[in-house]
């Protein structure tokens, strides 16, 4: 549970679950992390940078280095330079956590009651570009990189799987079954290289900005995603790839390897048929 010497990248850090993540990390001994973040259509860009600045001094005061960067993860651009700038800065990137994304709101605008051929086609395309293209453009800016070290994490942040096909109009659930199945893709691709690749899902709807544009007092707690994050970012998670984490699951009581194995859910797709090193993926809690 030590990131000491480890550099991290985190988009969508300034609010929310990204922000929790970074003090956690910062708190665990991380050397830097990149934040990044991007106004949506419903915000203006003093705000990021306001949360931004916020989220930098809470990790600068655990004694760690930050680095803010405004970059929206639909962007190849933004992304190469998010990942040019850490390690311009830094020197070396070992961890990515995929957690910038986009909620239903901007599909629907609040209004639940719309037909699905009612709705506007560039707010469902907003969202699959940020959920499933976003992870994508910054593995692909960050890879070589992290690949240069021999180590390194990529977390991407998912979502409840019973509610990624419940009855509704936006493409939010599917675009995270997505981001899934890619986590599966990417660690079966990078499987041996010392970069592990896995899926962390909060366990249901958080109390943040992140659904509906402000904080309503419901949901979990966003803290509850510190400790996973930092077990499966930290060597205490080498050699765990291609599977699946619940985060309000962390059993307190427990050693942090017993808590995190107690998050462990199998990935929500059958086991293939040809034959796969990623053979935990599949398996139920507690089996190894």
Not at 3 to 12: D, M, Q, R, S, Y
Not at 63 to 78: F, I, L, R, Y
Request: aromatic share 6%; proline share 5%; glycine share 10%.
């Amino acid at each position: 549970m030590n990131l000491e010497g480890k550099t991290a990248l985190i988009t969508g850090g300034s609010r929310g679950l990204g922000r929790e993540m970074a003090v956690a990390f910062a708190e665990a001994g991380v050397s830097a992390i990149t934040l990044t973040a991007a106004a949506a259509s419903d915000e203006d860009k003093p705000l990021i940078d306001a949360e931004l600045q916020e989220t930098k001094a809470l990790v600068e005061k655990q004694g760690s280095k930050a680095h803010c960067v405004v970059a929206d993860v639909v962007s190849e651009t933004d992304c190469a330079q998010s990942v040019s700038e850490t390690i311009d800065k830094f020197g070396s990137l070992h961890i990515l956590v995929n957690n910038a994304g986009k909620a239903g709101r901007y599909v629907h605008h609040g209004d639940g009651s719309l037909n699905l051929w009612d709705v506007n086609p560039k707010g469902f395309r907003d969202v699959i570009d940020t959920n499933v293209l976003g992870p994508f453009l910054m593995m692909h800016a960050a890879g070589k990189f992290i690949s240069k070290e021999g180590w390194g994490r990529i977390i991407n942040i998912s979502k409840r799987t019973d509610s990624m096909h419940r009855k509704a109009i936006t493409p939010y659930g599917p675009s995270k079954a997505a981001l899934d199945a890619a986590t599966i893709a990417w660690a079966e691709w990078l499987y041996d290289t010392g970069i592990t690749v896995n899926t962390l899902s909060p366990g249901g709807a958080v109390d943040t900005k992140f659904g509906t544009g402000k904080i309503e007092g419901r949901g979990l707690d966003p803290k509850v995603i510190k400790k996973p994050s930092v077990w499966l970012a930290s060597p205490a998670s080498d050699g765990i790839t291609g599977c699946r984490y619940v985060a309000e699951r962390w059993d307190e009581s427990l050693t942090p390897d017993e808590a995190a194995e107690g998050c462990r859910e199998p990935v929500i797709f059958t086991t293939p048929e040809r034959k796969t090193p990623l053979e935990k993926a599949w398996k139920e809690s507690g089996k190894i």
